[in-house]
């Protein structure tokens, strides 16, 4: 038996992961919406893959991946993702996931990587791993960490500091200070600079 765990905040994306494993011997699909939840059946029971969505309410994905990975090592990982930027794929491999598949693959790519992920290998969509590490936007990201991306994503979304830091459960002083950081890291000195730089590579 093989039981897996969707993490995916839309109903219909969910409804077609379900559809697609249906045919799948043996598998239990458990499916939750947030960050939040995830954390909680994983405290209930074991599962021998979590698939991820990054754009989630709340805590983002590569926070959680961050925390996931923390807590469950061993857990095998694929990112199922709308963002096609290599970068993302880049983040999310270095947090510690085994697979990544944008929601532009066919649905054949996205069933390979599950077998190959689940067998203990990795995945990357073939036409993200052809621009992974050569992009423009890798390379001016580079510099940051997993958690900056997820305190640039949570500001492009609008978030106010003291929300950064209840999401991240995080004291405001420390988003603040890494904020200062992001801004060196970048070379700007602007908040405003920073929401402007996140919209513009896709950090929401």
Do not use: C, W
Not at 85 to 99: D, F, H, P, Q, T
Request: proline share 2%; hydrophobic share 45%; no cysteine.
């Amino acid at each position: 038996m093989t039981d897996i765990l969707l993490v995916e905040d839309h109903a219909i994306v969910r409804s077609g992961i379900r559809r697609l494993l249906a045919d799948r011997p043996e598998t239990t699909l458990m499916e939750v919406a947030t960050g939040d939840a995830a954390l909680a059946r994983l405290r209930a029971g074991a599962f021998d893959l979590l698939i991820l969505d990054l754009n989630l309410p709340g805590l983002g994905g590569l926070e959680l991946l961050r925390r996931i990975m923390a807590a469950y090592p061993a857990l095998k990982v694929l990112v199922f993702s709308q963002h096609t930027e290599a970068v993302y794929a880049s983040r999310a491999m270095e947090a510690g996931a085994r697979g990544y598949i944008s929601k532009n693959a066919a649905p054949e790519e996205l069933l390979e990587a599950i077998e190959s992920v689940l067998a203990g290998g990795t995945a990357i969509e073939r036409d993200i791993a052809q621009e992974r590490g050569s992009r423009e936007e890798d390379a001016y990201l580079r510099p940051l960490t997993q958690r900056d991306m997820e305190i640039l994503r949570l500001l492009a979304d609008g978030k106010s500091l003291s929300q950064i830091a209840e999401a991240l459960g995080v004291a405001y002083k420390t988003v603040a200070n890494t904020l200062s950081r992001i801004k060196d890291k970048l070379g700007v000195s602007q908040t405003a600079d920073l929401i402007r730089i996140a919209i513009g590579q896709g950090i929401t």
